[in-house]
């Protein structure tokens, strides 16, 4: 069988190491991980920077977000698998690393305007599925006309990355309880 590529595996280690470590993470770690030698790094990487930016999109796969635009599925069942998926891979983690768009944002942002710009994008396509599931809820009718969509969506997504934070401090599901309560049997319940 071939050997997976080294800029494979060092993508691979850099997700990884950024999001159990955030951006102080040394290149030499990312190799370590990697089981390449330094050197390789920069044979497939222009810069840290630009590996912070692979290491986001790869991580933006694993949130769900296509199923979070599948419009097939009911929009509130659909918002709440989404989140219902990244608690599970909070829990996991037994609530350790949290989301890497969250951390790299507090690690790099005010740093790295590459970075920054990279983050702002993920964030602001994410809020837009969420924007899309709620306007087809108030289109379906089980969510107020009267909400604005991309504000709300801000707003919980925004919520969430909280969520993650306060399991994270407290190693439990009590900000999960809290935040799936309040969104969804408050913010986003049928109206009357």
């Known amino acids: 069988m071939p050997r997976r590529s080294m800029r494979a595996e060092i993508a691979t280690a850099a997700?990884?190491?950024?999001?159990?470590h955030g951006y102080a993470v040394g290149v030499k770690d990312i190799t370590d991980a990697a089981g390449v030698p330094?050197?390789?790094?920069?044979?497939?990487?222009?810069?840290?920077?630009?590996?912070?930016?692979?290491?986001?999109?790869?991580?933006g796969a694993t949130l769900g977000l296509e199923e979070l635009a599948?419009?097939?599925?009911?929009?509130?069942?659909?918002?709440?698998?989404?989140?219902e998926l990244l608690a599970g891979q909070a829990r996991e983690r037994e609530?350790?690393?949290?989301?890497?768009?969250?951390?790299?944002?507090?690690?790099v942002a005010d740093h790295s305007p590459l970075i920054r710009g990279h983050l702002e994008q993920g964030f602001d396509d994410w809020a837009a599925l969420i924007t899309g599931a709620i306007a087809q809820a108030q289109r379906d009718g089980v969510v107020a006309a009267g909400l604005?969509?991309?504000?709300?969506?801000?707003?919980?997504?925004?919520?969430?990355e909280g969520a993650?934070?306060?399991?994270?401090?407290a190693r439990s599901e009590e900000s999960f309880a809290a935040f799936f309560t309040t969104v969804f049997d408050?913010?986003?319940?049928?109206?009357?």
């Not at 997700?15 to 159990?20: E, K, N, P, S």
């Not at 991309?150 to 997504?157: C, G, I, K, N, Q």
């Open 186 to 192: 408050v913010l986003l319940r049928q109206p009357n």
């Open 38 to 59: 330094k050197g390789s790094f920069y044979n497939h990487f222009p810069s840290k920077e630009a590996m912070a930016v692979e290491a986001l999109a790869a991580y």
């Open 148 to 160: 604005d969509a991309a504000t709300t969506a801000r707003f919980v997504l925004n919520a969430w």
């Open 70 to 83: 599948d419009e097939s599925v009911a929009p509130l069942d659909r918002l709440r698998a989404h989140f």
């Open 95 to 107: 609530f350790a690393r949290g989301c890497l768009f969250g951390n790299l944002t507090a690690d």
């Open 164 to 169: 993650l934070l306060g399991a994270r401090a």
């Open 15 to 20: 997700l990884d190491r950024f999001h159990a």
